[in-house]
């Protein structure tokens, strides 16, 4: 409570510290060398890089800068202190759940995570996404964010948005960094450091290593907690939402010329957060990735260019299980491999054309009982082995019919092949489990996407666009519980978005406005049903209704110097397309009028102040999500509470050094947030009524 | 890392009291500007870099001085989305002269500056701006495609993932601007038939 004291009078003191003028970025890039000038890159989320305001869709960008100055430790905090309409909460399983537009389902297989454009999920559905809650940030560049689908340039996954993360290289981020940070209440050492070297034009190297171990803290006794887990953290001293044994994060981001290598390695050991530890709950996960991304981009001519990449990429995901009654501990999982191939040609050729078209072919695996990196592995009873290819065709022409009017088409086939599934099958005769190997066979899926963009005048834009995106079944959906749903296939969404920006103008003011009307078909992880029995579900089969999300997102920052204020609300509730009222969806209420799992509205600030000359940054960052009211469910009455969430942060730099110390939750008053309709907070999806505060020390060159 | 570093630097019992002198001392330490990591940046700041940048490449005859020795104008014609980039630079000085900006939006008006920058919007009046500035000692810069190949100087020009430039040679050879072997190195180079 003193520390909290402390920290709010701090902040209040400085705030009124008076203005000094402040170095801008445009003064930092007029720094630059010509060569290094030309080397800048304009934010890029299609096959061409443009700027974010001709880009279809609603796309929010997050730079390294205001990575560092967020009051946040992790992705998933970013996502959910900062991003318009996106919304974190937590699955009994697997930690953090992602949410946009309405969608919080089960698991994070609808959404695609990225790394550099390439795809960084994991496909055997458990909803597991690496690095999400990882508070290790400190090889990231930039991230791109985007609500909407865009299959076109990315394939399977798109449904519920995506998010891509783009690493530090050596010219951008030259010389060495170090950081660490402690954490007061959930006792978190952290230490990063990296190192960025530039030996001439487009030749760089960045490497980067991060570690770090918290203790996590006690589950609350409020919001119902202890009463239905049955499990006292007092008696049993268990925690939620630690790294009790050193995660570990390393990159190394390789530039030379057209050629670029990316290796990165995420350890993640946590506990998952529910503190139930019977035969079914778990207990800790264990996680291992690895990315390994070669890419070649041949420049035939002015204006046309081959881009080659062979990305690798490897996964682990081993689940320990601590059984209380008799203190023992096993250890199970299996490991996933993805190996693809993807060529894509950019043509500027054709006046007024920009076009890419291009390919990609993928052959992944998921072993059951085998690990890669991760050891341990004592419970060998589920094997359960899946070999899949996937492939696809794309197109895309951006058409520049007058300087203030573009147009763009692409069109995108993929394709499938699931060429074995080994199950385990109980054999009467030798009263024995045996392998039995089916063959799900292939599916194809077709896409596209259009786009307008008119420029109305310097200051003010509309994009429309029409974009579909898919997702294929993965294999959670294809074999649950000793059930094969031969007949699932990719399901889809239609998305129709109208955006209106203004830029900047003289006054530093800019905002952004979308709508959207998202239609999603033959759903797999939601059902529309004619009665409430969602839970006792069939095997996997996709939904026969069609139901909607309707909604938007609105930004608006102002921006002096460095110096700024940035609001964002977003607002989204379902509609029921089906000609039968009855039909229920199931992760809306009875009446569809609202979502069960995601708030109407979502209200995010950031404001961001210098001081010294920009060698002190005060944030103040705030959070709001409106409360559930469906009176159905048994979880309405913990989840029956606005959510208000007050962050801030100050940093003061000087010469190399900087200090920085922030406070999470500052107001003790995180009631847990709404959620997918199991995910109650007996089960993880916690609130907790304690501040949390860091500080961290670093070094930059 | 040193646990036991971190206990000792905060302590337990004072660890507010001391939190709170570690960050006094440093408010109060005289500091110098840090260095900052450039980070990716949006087409039009890069594009005011640049503006500001290329003066260090071009040298102006002494004549383009006469009428105002001490301020260096750079004049933005049309609507534009700099917004207040150039804000910092107002006042501060280039080869001993002050930078001044100017907004403007009539053609008559630019006649005393250096550097003009023609934003997209007028490309319908290209033809009345180049009679007006006639071979007038101004580095004209423009933002629309085609624009070099009109007889713009520098006409910014979007790459793949970055903003370049491209000079016209004989634009510039009708003027007495110099402009760096350096500067055209990394231009794509228009000539006009």
Known sequence: ?701 | MNHTFILVLVGKNNMNKKIFFIILLILFIKTIQAEINIETASEQEIKAAFIIKFTHFVKWPKKAFYSNKDEFIIAILGKHSFGNLFDPFIGKRIFGKRISIVEISNIDKFEHAHILYIGPGEKNNFSKIFNKINNKNILTIGDTKGFAHMGCIINFIQKKENIGFEINIDAINKTNLKISSELLRLARIIQEK
């Open chain 1, 1 to 701: 409570m003193r520390l909290r004291v402390f920290f709010i009078q701090i902040i209040f003191l400085l705030f009124f510290i008076q203005l000094v003028q402040a170095q801008t970025k445009v003064e930092k890039l007029a720094k630059l060398s010509l060569e290094e000038l030309m080397q800048v890159k304009v934010s890029s989320t299609g096959f061409f890089a443009m700027p974010v305001e001709r880009s279809p869709g609603f796309i929010k960008i997050v730079s390294n800068k205001e990575i560092n100055n967020l009051p946040v430790n992790s992705l998933s905090d970013i996502f959910d202190f900062y991003l318009p309409g996106v919304h974190l909460s937590n699955t009994f399983y697997e930690g953090v759940l992602y949410s946009v537009r309405g969608m919080t389902i089960p698991q994070n297989s609808t959404t695609l995570f990225m790394i550099n454009g390439y795809n960084f999920n994991r496909a055997t559905g458990n909803g597991i996404n690496s690095g999400l809650m990882l508070p290790l940030l400190g090889d990231i560049d930039q991230i791109e964010v985007i609500n909407g689908p865009c299959s076109i340039v990315h394939g399977s996954g798109s449904i519920n948005g995506f998010v891509n993360i783009i690493p530090k290289n050596g010219s951008n981020y030259p010389d060495s960094f170090y950081e660490i940070t402690y954490g007061f209440k959930d006792k978190l050492y952290k230490f990063e450091t990296g190192y960025g070297y530039s030996y001439g034009l487009n030749k760089d190297i960045f490497i980067y290593n991060g570690f770090v171990k918290s203790n996590g803290f006690k589950p609350e006794y409020n919001f119902g907690y202890v009463s239905n887990s049955g499990y006292d953290p007092d008696v049993y001293d268990k925690k939620v939402r630690g790294f009790p044994e050193p995660s570990l994060k390393w990159s190394l981001i390789w530039n030379h010329n057209d050629f670029s290598f990316k290796l990165l390695f995420n350890r993640e050991k946590y506990y998952i957060n529910t503190l139930n530890t019977g035969s079914f709950f778990d207990d800790m996960s264990d996680h291992a990735s690895m990315a390994v991304i070669p890419e070649y981009n041949y420049i035939i001519n002015d204006y046309e260019d081959i881009k080659f990449s062979i990305p690798v990429m490897f996964f682990d995901n081993g689940i320990e299980n601590y059984n209380i009654s008799n203190s023992t501990t096993t250890k199970y999982g299996g490991s996933e491999n993805h190996i693809e191939s993807k060529i894509i040609l950019r043509t500027t050729r054709f006046n007024n054309n920009s076009i890419a078209l291009g390919g990609f072919v993928g052959f992944r695996n998921f072993k059951d009982d085998e690990f890669i990196f991760l050891n341990n592995l004592n419970n060998k009873n589920t094997y359960l082995d899946t070999y899949w290819n996937e492939s696809g065709l794309f197109f895309e022409n951006i058409i520049e019919l007058m300087p203030e009017l573009s147009f763009s088409f692409g069109m995108r086939y993929d394709r499938i092949d699931y060429k074995k599934i080994k199950i385990p099958v109980f054999d009467p005769q030798s009263n024995a489990i045996k392998e039995k190997i089916i063959v799900p066979g292939s599916r194809n899926i077709s896409t596209s996407r259009f786009a307008l963009f008119y420029t109305l005048d310097e200051l003010n834009n509309f994009k429309f666009s029409f974009q579909e995106g898919f997702h294929h079944p993965e294999l959670s959906n294809l074999y649950f519980l000793g059930f094969l749903s031969n007949e699932l296939k990719a399901e889809k969404i239609e998305s129709f978005e109208l955006n209106y920006q203004h830029k900047p103008d003289k006054y530093g003011l800019s905002f952004d406005i979308n709508l959207y009307y998202n239609i999603f078909k033959d759903s797999i992880l939601v059902e529309t049903k004619t009665n409430n029995a969602f839970l006792n579900r069939d095997p996997f089969s996709n939904s026969q209704d069609d139901f909607s999300s309707t909604g938007g997102e609105f930004s608006i920052e102002f921006k002096s110097n460095e110096d700024s204020i940035y609001f964002t609300y977003g607002y989204s509730i379902p509609v029921n397309l089906s000609e039968n009222d009855n039909i229920k969806i199931s992760i809306a209420n009875n009446d569809c009028s609202k979502w069960s799992g995601y708030p109407t509205h979502i209200i995010k600030s950031n404001i961001v102040k210098n001081f010294f000359n920009n060698r002190l940054t005060m944030v103040l960052n705030f959070l709001y999500n409106s409360p559930f009211d469906v009176e159905t469910s048994s979880s309405s009455n913990i989840y029956d509470h606005n959510r208000i969430i007050t962050n801030i942060m100050a940093k003061y730099t000087f010469t190399n050094f900087y200090i920085k110390a922030f406070g999470k939750n500052i107001f003790s008053c995180d009631v847990p947030p709404v959620s997918y309709i199991n995910d109650f907070p007996w089960m993880g999806n916690l609130g907790t009524d304690e501040s949390y505060f860091y500080i961290g020390i670093g070094w930059e060159k």
